[in-house]
Every structure is written in C-alpha cells, then in structure tokens.
C-alpha cells in the first residue's frame, strides 16, 4: 500500500492527471459532510459503496469523493445528498491513490435519488435493510449508522442504551459474551464507575463548578448522585459508561473509561 501523503496535495496532482468520468454509486452511511478551508471555501465529501463507471462493473471497495464549493452549494449539497441514496456525478477518480484506496475529485452533482442504474438501486434497497441480531438475554439489537449495535438495557435500576461497537471487530457474539461478562458483575462494575468518577472529578467539582449558595458535595453524594445513561463494549474488553451529572457539572456527561481486565481507568466531563 502507498505511504499516505502528509496533506491532499499529492492526492489532487494524482487525480488532475484522469479524465472526468461519469460515476453512479450509492451514499455511504454516513451521508456527505463538509470541512472549512482556510479563506471559508468548503470541502463536499461523502462515499460511494458500491459504485461503477457508467456502463462499467460494479465496484465494491469504498469510493471517497472530495471536492472544493462554495458555501451556499455545500449547504444544498448536504440537504441532497442522503445516506444509501442512488446518485451520479462526474468526478476525476483513481482507484489506486495515494491514499491506498480509490479516490475521487467531485466536478458536478449531476443527479440525487438517480433512478437509471437498477442493479444499484437494489444494492441500496438491501442496505437500507436493518441488521438485527438477538440476545437471549438483551433482546434485539440493531445495527447504526456508526456501525454499532445497539438496544435498551436494564443496568441494575437505570435504564441504560447498550452499544456494541463493531468496529475493528467481525464477530458480534464476542461482543455479546463480554457484555454479559459485564453484566453479570453488575454490583462491582457499577461501584468502580462510580469511584473513578468520585476518585477523578470531585476535586474538580468542589473547585470549578459549585454554585453560589452550593456546598460542597461530599465523596458519598458524588458517589450517589450520577445515573449510567449509556454502556458502550468494544472487542478489546475496553467499556465507557456515559452518566448523567445531576447537573453537578452544568449537565455535562460524566465519562467513565476502563476496561474488563484492569477496572475503571479515568473520568472525565463530555459536552
């Protein structure tokens, strides 16, 4: 694979060198985002997966268009452009890039939910489908758009949002096994969340955040006053439990991050 530049320079030289090709293709996910340049141009990006050359075979491997607008185009474009929509564009793409993967450079938007390409359209529709996996004991999971399952949980008397990040991970029982892991521990679990939180974040409430006519809040009622809102596993082993402050911190979230093997590690305020 091709070392990856330091910037998109080498990228965009690469792709000045291709002719502008017709590309149909179906919106990844995650839909098109924008980032700002200096100066206030924008960069358009979203994937294409799967996609082809009009006319040419239908291509699986991740397809990133890229491409300077100005503001008011990207504004249109991200109002547009939807996740697992049909679209065609022109674009100048190179399949081995820099990158290591096919690129693209975006030169015109030429048609959103394009309907002339039905072998894509059916990819899309089957995409547009829901993965769902079931637990015995969690129920139904189903699958986000950030690649991750997820259902509602009951951690001891709080109503939780169980996630199972499948990122880096192919195997969503082992997942599953170490969410039980976790569960089956809940008494140890949720007191070490809650002394990490205590352990990292009350000196910093007592000193920051206290309101005028507020006491000091004791290590007990730190201890109490948090509620898990979210429990999030990876296939590391590693979990973030995502709590509500009872406004001790203005509403931030409370995160706490450890993992099964070592035990609650750090804590911190989020949002």
């Known amino acids: ?34 980032s700002q340049f200096p100066g206030g141009a924008q960069k358009l990006m979203f994937t294409l997966e799967p996609w082809r050359r009009a006319g040419g075979a239908v291509q699986n491997r991740k397809l990133t268009i ?48 394009y309907d002339g390409d039905a ?45 199972l990040k499948m990122s880096g991970c192919d195997n969503v029982e082992r997942l599953m096994t170490l969410a ?9 679990w949720d007191r070490a969340v809650r002394e990490c939180a205590v352990i990292n974040l009350l000196e910093l409430k007592n000193e920051n955040w206290l309101a005028d006519d507020e006491e000091e809040v004791t290590a007990e009622e730190f201890f109490e006053r948090i509620t898990p809102e979210q429990i999030v596993v990876y296939h590391t082993g590693r979990f973030e439990f995502w709590c509500n402050d009872d406004d001790m911190f203005g509403g931030h979230t409370i995160e706490v991050i450890g993992n099964l093997f070592d035990g609650a590690q750090s804590a911190d305020i989020q949002g």
């Open 66 to 113: 890229r491409g300077g607008v100005s503001e008011a185009a990207c504004v249109s474009a991200l109002t547009l452009i939807k996740a697992l929509d049909v679209v065609r564009v022109q674009a100048r793409v190179v399949e081995e890039s820099v990158f290591g993967a096919p690129q693209g450079e975006l030169v015109e938007i030429v048609a959103v939910m």
């Open 1 to 34: 694979m091709a070392k990856p530049p330091q910037d998109e320079n080498e990228l965009l030289a690469q792709l000045k060198r291709h002719d502008v090709a017709d590309i149909v293709g179906v919106v990844g996910r995650l839909g098109a985002w924008a």
């Open 119 to 163: 072998d894509l359209a059916s990819r899309a529709a089957e995409l547009g489908r829901p993965v769902r996996v079931k637990d015995d004991r969690f129920g139904l999971f189903t699958l986000d758009q950030f690649n991750c399952f997820e259902n509602d949980a009951t951690w001891k008397s709080d109503q939780v949002v169980l996630s």
């Open 180 to 188: 039980h892991t976790l569960w089956d521990a809940q008494d140890k």
